[in-house]
T-cell receptor, first 114, second 113 residues
Framework: GENVEQHPSTLSVQEGDSAVIKCTYSDSASNYFPWYKQELGKRPQLIIDIRSNVGEKKDQRIAVTLNKTAKHFSLHITETQPEDSAVYFCAASYSGGGADGLTFGKGTHLIIQP | EAGVVQSPRYKIIEKKQPVAFWCNPISGHNTLYWYLQNLGQGPELLIRYENEEAVDDSQLPKDRFSAERLKGVDSTLKIQPAELGDSAVYLC???????????FGPGTRLTVL
C-alpha cells in the first residue's frame, strides 16, 4: 500500500517569512495530492491540492509543487501570518474518477513566531 | 450548504462497553469515509462507502469494528467491545461523485477508561 512520509514534524518561522513542508510517497500509481490544515480540536480543512498532470499550483500565499519522478511534493506558504499556525497534513491517493481513501503523512506543526 | 455532521462530539466509556458513532454526509455526496486519528498522527482510513456498498474495508478491524450505511446516506460506525487502545478521534468525510475532494466532519473524540 501507499506510504507517505512528511518533514519536518515541527516548523517554527518568523511572521512574514516563508514556510516549506515536504512529503514523499511510495506508490507511483498515486495521482492526487491534497494538503489539509487542522487547528486544535477542529476538523481537517482542505487548503490546496494537486493532481499528477500538473507540476505546480498556486492559490494566493499558498503553493504546492509536485515531482512525479522523485515522488515528492511540497507545500509553500509565503508571508506567513499568525493564523497560519496549525498542523498541516499532506496526503496521497489514487483517483480513477472516484476518490479512493487518502493516506496521510504524520503532520507538521507550524508555529508562526510574532 | 451544511457540512458533514457527526455525533456525538465526545464519548467516554469503560473498556469492554459498546459504542456507536453517527455521520451525516453533505447532501448529494455518495462517497463516505470513516477515518481514525490518533493523537499527533494523521487520519487513517477505516472504510470507504460508495452509496450503500463498502468498497474498501481492508483496514477495518472486523473482530470488533463494524459499519453500515443502509440507505446510502447516513452511516454508523460501531465498536464492540471497546479497548483502551481505541481512544482516538473518529472522523467521517464525504466526497461528491467524480471528484477527489474529501470534506471532513468535526469528529467524535472517544475516550476508553
Amino acid at each position: 500500500g501507499e506510504n507517505v512520509e512528511q518533514h519536518p514534524s515541527t516548523l517554527s518561522v518568523q511572521e512574514g517569512d516563508s514556510a516549506v513542508i515536504k512529503c514523499t510517497y511510495s506508490d507511483s500509481a498515486s495521482n492526487y495530492f491534497p494538503w489539509y490544515k487542522q487547528e486544535l480540536g477542529k476538523r481537517p480543512q482542505l487548503i490546496i491540492d494537486i493532481r499528477s498532470n500538473v507540476g505546480e499550483k498556486k492559490d494566493q500565499r499558498i503553493a504546492v509543487t509536485l515531482n512525479k519522478t522523485a515522488k515528492h511534493f511540497s507545500l509553500h506558504i509565503t508571508e506567513t501570518q499568525p493564523e497560519d499556525s496549525a498542523v498541516y497534513f499532506c496526503a496521497a491517493s489514487y483517483s480513477g474518477g472516484g476518490a479512493d481513501g487518502l493516506t496521510f503523512g504524520k503532520g507538521t506543526h507550524l508555529i508562526i513566531q510574532p | 450548504e451544511a457540512g458533514v455532521v457527526q455525533s456525538p462530539r465526545y464519548k467516554i466509556i469503560e473498556k469492554k462497553q459498546p459504542v456507536a458513532f453517527w455521520c451525516n454526509p453533505i447532501s448529494g455526496h455518495n462517497t463516505l469515509y470513516w477515518y481514525l486519528q490518533n493523537l499527533g498522527q494523521g487520519p487513517e482510513l477505516l472504510i470507504r462507502y460508495e452509496n450503500e456498498e463498502a468498497v474498501d474495508d481492508s483496514q477495518l478491524p472486523k473482530d470488533r469494528f463494524s459499519a453500515e450505511r443502509l440507505k446510502g446516506v447516513d452511516s454508523t460506525l460501531k465498536i464492540q467491545p471497546a479497548e483502551l487502545g481505541d481512544s482516538a478521534v473518529y472522523l467521517c468525510a464525504s466526497s461528491p461523485d467524480n471528484t477527489d475532494t474529501q470534506y471532513f466532519g468535526p469528529g467524535t473524540r472517544l475516550t476508553v477508561l
